[in-house]
């Protein structure tokens, strides 16, 4: 068996990086998760449950209690860091174009196995998973990493013409395109049969790359990305959760995580709907891998007939997740207005507060993906040094043994459950603390702020609690 | 047994998954690997192409990652010695995603666009299922490596074949002389409510009855469920095994629970390994089990009279004494199952040398050569144990091991006869045409 040398180790970190900068589009892990759930079954899963809703309910009452104004400015605080320029931006997007272009040439012509090939690795392990929590965590890297900003400015720079003389996207048409697309790119990964295959991958990621810098050379780079271009969205959005600020001058500071949520303008409906989209379709991953959900459809879970035999089911509870969701918390806004006794419109209100599902957005990342992430992460390193299956080795780590233990057995079930328990709640106090920063700009009176609070507060136990269920519960993988 | 043909000598060379998979271990070395000399003459330096329909996603993927890493050793181990009639083997893999829909697609891509020579390797019998008839349609050669005894009901065709693992009927009917001469004779079974479970379901019975034991009573749980105490009211009082084949997330539950509802004194229990394959038998819960027996197709834990040959393929396959991955104990291999991916290459390699097969157009030749093979002795190509093969029924039959949850490790204490798993054959492919 081989031990990794310090240079192996910080060969396949700096390869971490890098391959987070080569990332690019689609996809999703189909159902490779591969935690033991039977260990966790034995765990005492329901005072988590329990736990977890009292922990959020609580911080809505001791928000409640709390003088607003105290609150918003320890919250406000800033720690400056240093200034960064954007003068790289191109070049390092450029790189990241040239190691998206290498990934989805060796989608069709590297090896079969989607646990070998790099490209289903990098965008549904590194890129959708991993990269979705750097973004959480650093800010807003992939509006340096994404591969098309790089090529639209080597394109403008070649045609002597930019965005000035772009076409105007119509102001109704908001980031609609953007949710269309997200749709596609979720059930792409959700019930699509083969997400993973690399050839198929390959098409669907390199079609999308080709239609944005279109789009982009149509309407212009900052429109097409505030409008259609999902990831950047959904990146975007992610990284306001971020404790790294950077303003307009390039000036770095930190800050209290989800700080910078509050400075948020509303959001129309399509951005709303772009939100819940995003929360709504990664809990419908966990749920449809539940034995409740299969078991809805008569579908043995121990026999489970594959992705082909679920498409339907799936586009089902897909768009239901989605509508339920939306439903729901339009409801909880609307009666929060009402028992404010609020003028404002329900527009503008809910486009505000839907920015708190972002903290709750990132946490069922966390918990649903991190499985995946440990195993499939040791995967994408090796593969990443043999993209072509040429018997290369370019960075060391293409024989590296991928240790499936780390998520295996009674040990590692109990501190992956406690790791995902515990976002799920941060997440969510993290949420209420968000939505009582909103309420209190919508509502300068305390009492009223916290009394529109009280509705989403109660969703917000309610999503806690299913989050926790759904990691608690059998599943199928 | 002894290594004589050098199939385990890999010092030469580390042993890679990639390298492996993609016959690349080619190079000066081999020229002076056993059996090179022999076949350097072959018409052909192409590889021959083995289509691997693997379990990468979906419910089968931990089975699926050892099947892979078992695969690559004995791939590696063959074309270390010189490969199938002088030719390199190259293994393609495509993931079927444990989906009977896509298995057929699969099968059908290494028909017409990977070309390959055969299609090897699914585990899950509806994938088998499913993918059958795309293989019968294809004329592809299709070697599963599933337990299930859909080959052997001769309810598929021609084309499929399973010579490196024993199927159900044949293990459960096994295990019956041992139950009733040193478990008991007044047996309860507990089996999920569908197929997995119907086999059992119906092949104990009457096996236990011809040894003069008896099942009194059958208890079948829903598949979806995750609690199990108001069960075991059902078992009947005089019960002296309790026969247990439980599979899914919740079968932690169902031995903790199980354990509750007896405290120390209970009935004799006997399982298959099927349900805690891949999974530590020291796991919190399962204390249980100690003392209680399981079936076992290849031991999961080092035996103290383990063979040269067994002790090769463990090493070569990289699992420790306690059958988890080398450097990894946490990782635990599907030792009971995956030691069939191995023995299937060598009986593919052996129809191959038989047919003198030479590409595609030999498909047919390899079929009746397969179907004319008898039996594979014991050795470095067949690690488990000697095995007969039924060229009518396209199915091997082979020793079972009996083992005893005994300090925390599985301790092997009856070896079966192969006779004891032989049954009438109930159809003969060969009268398909081909």
């Known amino acids: 068996m081989e031990r990794s040398s310090p240079a192996v180790e910080g060969c396949r970190w700096s390869l971490a990086l890098l391959s987070a900068a080569l990332g690019l589009v689609l996809p999703t892990p189909a159902f490779a998760h591969a935690s033991d759930r039977g260990h966790v079954l034995l765990l005492p899963t329901g005072y988590y449950l329990i736990g977890g809703a009292f922990a959020v309910a609580a911080s809505f009452l001791v928000l409640a209690l709390l003088p607003p104004a105290s609150l918003d400015r320890f919250w406000r605080r800033r720690l400056p860091l240093f200034t960064f320029s954007d003068s790289a931006r191109a070049t390092i997007s450029l790189v990241s174009f040239a190691g998206f272009v290498i990934l989805i040439t060796a989608g069709p012509f590297g090896s079969r196995d989607p646990l070998s090939n790099p490209l289903p690795l990098v965008v549904w392990t590194l890129l959708w998973t991993g990269l979705t929590l750097l973004q959480g965590v650093f800010g807003d890297l992939w509006s340096w990493l994404n591969p098309w900003y790089g090529p639209w400015r080597l394109l403008s720079r070649l045609t002597g013409r930019g965005d000035e003389v772009a076409r105007q996207l119509p102001q109704w048409l908001g980031c609609w395109p953007a949710v269309i697309l997200f749709l596609a790119f979720a059930w792409f990964e959700l019930i699509d049969p083969a997400p993973d295959d690399p050839a198929r991958l390959a098409f669907a990621a390199g079609l999308y790359w080709l239609v944005t810098l279109i789009a982009m050379r149509v309407f212009g780079y900052d429109k097409w990305s505030r409008g259609g271009e999902f990831l950047g969205i959904f990146f975007s959005m992610v990284a306001r959760f971020a404790p790294v600020a950077r303003d307009d001058d390039g000036r770095l500071a930190l800050c209290w995580p989800g700080a910078k949520l509050l400075a948020a303008e509303p959001l129309p409906a399509s951005g709303m709907a772009f939100l819940l989209l995003a929360l709504s379709s990664v809990s419908f991953d966990g749920l449809s891998k539940t034995f409740f959900w299969l078991g809805l459809f008569g579908i043995n879970p121990l026999e489970f007939p594959g992705r082909t035999a679920v498409i339907d089911s799936g586009t089902l509870g897909l768009g239901m997740t989605f509508a339920l969701l939306t439903a729901v918390f339009l409801l909880a806004v609307f009666l929060g207005q009402r028992l404010a006794r609020s003028d404002r419109s329900l527009a503008q209100s809910a486009g505000l507060l839907v920015w708190s599902i972002v903290p709750i957005a990132l946490a069922y990342h966390v918990a649903h993906y991190l499985t995946a992430l440990l195993v499939d992460g040791q995967y994408a390193l090796a593969s990443l040094s043999d993209p072509f299956a040429l018997g290369w080795n370019l960075f060391g780590t293409a024989d590296m043994q991928v240790e499936a233990g780390i998520v295996a057995g009674a040990g590692s079930a109990w501190w992956l459950w406690n790791v995902q328990a515990s976002a799920i709640i941060l997440g969510h106090v993290l949420a209420v603390l968000v939505a009582h920063g909103f309420a209190w700009r919508l509502h300068p009176q305390p009492t009223r702020a916290a009394l529109s609070q009280f509705p989403l507060t109660v969703l917000m136990i309610a999503y806690t609690i299913f989050g926790l269920w759904l990691l608690a519960t059998p599943t199928v993988g | ?45 192409a590889p021959i192409k083995i289509g691997f329909q693997s379990h990468r996603t979906g419910i089968g993927a931990a089975y699926g990652r050892w099947y892979e890493k078992t695969t690559a050793a004995a791939i590696k181990a063959i074309n270390a010695a010189g490969g199938i009639n002088g030719r390199q083997v190259e293994v393609i893999i495509e993931d079927d995603g444990t989906d009977p829909g896509r298995g ?143 599979v899914g997330p919740a079968v932690l539950t169902f031995v903790k629970e199980l354990g509750e509802f007896y405290g120390s004194n209970r009935p004799q229990l006997f399982g298959f390994i099927d349900s805690l394959e891949a999974t530590d038998i020291n796991s919190p819960g399962l204390e249980f089990l100690d003392g209680s027996h399981f079936w076992e197709g290849s031991p999961r834990y080092a ?132």
């Open chain 2, 1 to 45: 047994m002894t290594d004589k043909n050098g199939f385990f000598d890999l010092s030469k060379t580390t042993l890679t998954r990639r390298n492996a998979l993609k016959g690349l271990a080619a190079g000066a070395g081999l020229a002076m690997a056993p059996g090179f000399v022999r076949y350097s003459q072959a018409q052909s330096s």
């Open chain 2, 104 to 246: 057929a697609e699969v099968v059908g891509k290494f028909a017409t666009q990977h070309k390959t020579d055969i299609v090897f390797g699914t585990l899950f019998s509806h994938v088998v299922i499913g993918s059958a008839p795309a293989a019968g349609e294809a004329k592809m050669p299709y070697f599963v490596v599933s337990e299930g005894h859909h080959v052997a009901s001769t309810k598929l065709n021609r084309y499929v074949f399973q010579p490196g693992i024993t199927d159900v009927k044949s293990q459960i009917q096994s295990m019956a002389p041992w139950i009733a001469a040193n478990a008991g004779k007044k047996v309860t079974q507990i089996f999920p409510d569908f197929a997995f479970g119907y086999d059992h379901r119906d092949y104990l019975p009457p096996a236990l009855k011809a040894q003069g034991a008896e099942v009194i009573a059958q208890i079948a749980i829903p598949p979806t469920e995750s609690s199990f105490t108001k069960y075991f009211p059902q078992i009947p009082a005089e019960t002296e095994v309790i026969y247990h084949v439980m």
């Open chain 2, 303 to 434: 035996q103290p009279d383990d063979s040269a040959a067994q002790k090769a393929y463990r090493a070569a396959v990289g699992i420790d004494d306690n059958g988890a991955a080398v450097g990894d104990p946490k990782d635990v291999s599907t030792a009971a199952h995956m030691f069939g991916c191995w023995e299937t290459l060598y009986v593919v390699k052996k129809a191959m040398e038989d047919a003198g097969y030479k590409g595609p157009e030999d498909r047919a030749k390899l079929v009746e050569a397969t179907e004319a093979l008898k039996e594979f002795a014991e050795g470095p190509e067949h690690p488990q144990g000697p095995k007969t093969f039924n060229g009518k029924i396209h199915q091997c039959f082979g020793i079972q091991n009996i083992s005893k949850v005994e300090g925390g490790k599985l301790k092997v204490v009856h070896k079966t006869k192969i006779e004891d798993g032989l049954y009438e054959a109930e159809g003969d492919y060969t009268t398909q045409a081909l």
